[in-house]
């Protein structure tokens, strides 16, 4: 759904200010495009009122953002020498759920627990994850 071009006031500065207006029923949703260099502005100034009692539940949009760009904003580091230990340590914290023979168990890294053992001539390091499981 779209909403009709009711007033359009341009500054001398290069600010402008756009008025749309419509009737929306029930659940619809309005798409309004913008390039993406105008995104920031458009976040900062964007208002939306209800003239007739209504909620406003959400706002939301698309980025156009690359998964690598924002693999980067997330401060996780993936590479080719990346191991699965070195990862579940940068998402201390996050929820997971692991699946076992045994079932699954959902809960929250907190952190790898390695523990050497000398077996013959040899030492061999086993990793296990700790996780914080909510029993109720």
Do not use: W
Request: proline fraction near 1%; glycine fraction near 6%.
């Amino acid at each position: 759904m779209s909403l009709q071009l009711k007033k359009v006031v341009l500054y001398k500065h290069g600010v402008g200010y756009f008025e749309r207006l419509g009737e929306v029923q029930n659940n619809d949703t309005i798409n309004l495009q913008f390039r993406q260099s105008e995104m920031n502005d458009v976040l900062k100034s964007l208002t939306t009122i209800d003239l007739d009692g209504g909620i406003i539940a959400s706002i939301s949009y698309e980025s156009c953002e690359s998964d690598e760009r924002k693999l980067k904003e997330m401060a996780i580091e993936l590479s080719d020498t990346q191991t699965l230990v070195n990862l579940l340590l940068q998402i201390k914290g996050a929820p997971v759920s692991v699946t076992l023979e045994s079932g699954s168990v959902n809960g929250k890294i907190l952190g790898i627990d390695s523990v050497t053992k000398q077996l013959d001539n040899t030492l061999l390091t086993t990793d296990y994850l700790a996780l914080f499981v909510a029993t109720i």
